[in-house]
């Protein structure tokens, strides 16, 4: 007999300020815009960093086109869900590469917003069982976590300080949604809605997927109905938690 999955608690939602680091462009959407939603409708701020513009991700589109489609839906998928700030740093997509540049670039992102919690994606090997995940997602969560600690330590890419920039220790825990080892989770019954038009605003990325027939909001319901079985509601997103204090 298959043993039934453990309970999910909750997330600590005393914070103010999140801050979103993920590979692509719809990255958010297929896991987390409707808990972004619900934090967005609290009064809390949240801004998205996308480390490149998807522009290899349209088969049938060129790069440079791709990057403004994407962009551009990415924007406007955002606003969906409450979120007026998106940044595109614009490395190369689909061969991001895990190491000290990445992690500097995005330190400097992590001291110029201080953000509270820092959210990104599932960056373990598969998404659970034989579904392998891709590789930009793996190095840029890999890299966010230890960003958010070099962002704390003053004598860590030191030369941003010259910049204006302050070292920020601020952070409490990075969040990974999507985790096939998510401990926690938050309610999106009420914002499950919002989160299926952020999805469908990447109208022209969908399309040249060429999944025949493919529903957003059944995809979306699937996987938030099972989460939200295990926090006790109707729907829910997952997170793994990585605490960053001392000792955690």
């Known amino acids: 007999m298959t043993e039934a999955p453990a309970p999910l608690l909750p997330l600590d939602e005393d914070w103010e300020r999140a801050l979103c680091v993920v590979a692509h462009p719809d990255d ?17 701020s949240v801004a998205y960093c996308m480390v490149t513009s998807g522009e290899a991700g ?22 969906i869900v409450g979120v007026d700030t998106v940044e ?16 500097r670039l995005l330190a400097r992102v992590v001291r110029r917003h201080r953000p509270d919690v820092v959210i990104t994606g599932n960056f ?20 966010v976590v230890d960003a958010v600690r070099d962002a704390g330590n003053r004598w860590v890419f030191a030369e941003q300080l010259s910049d204006g920039l302050e070292p ?21 019954t009420d914002t499950f809605d919002a989160g299926v038009a952020s999805l469908t605003a990447h109208a ?45």
């Open 124 to 143: 373990r090997d598969t998404w659970g069982g034989r579904n392998l995940n891709q590789a930009d997602h793996i190095a840029v969560g890999r890299a």
């Open 58 to 79: 349209i088969d049938g589109l060129d790069p440079d086109a791709c990057r403004e489609v994407r962009e551009a839906e990415q924007v406007e998928s955002a606003r």
């Open 204 to 248: 022209a990325y969908i399309e040249g997927l060429g999944w025949e027939n493919w529903d957003p909001r059944e995809f979306l319901e699937g996987m938030a109905r099972a989460s939200g079985s295990r926090l006790g509601v109707t729907f829910a997103a997952p997170f793994e938690v990585f605490p960053m204090g001392w000792g955690d």
């Open 28 to 44: 958010m959407e297929f896991g987390a815009a409707a808990a972004v939603a619900r934090w967005t409708g609290q009064g809390k």
């Open 168 to 188: 920020w220790g601020g952070v409490k825990e990075v969040w990974a949604f999507g985790s096939p080892d998510a401990t926690h989770a938050v309610e999106t």
């Open 88 to 103: 595109f740093l614009r490395e190369p997509d689909g061969i991001v590469e895990y190491g000290v540049p990445l992690r």
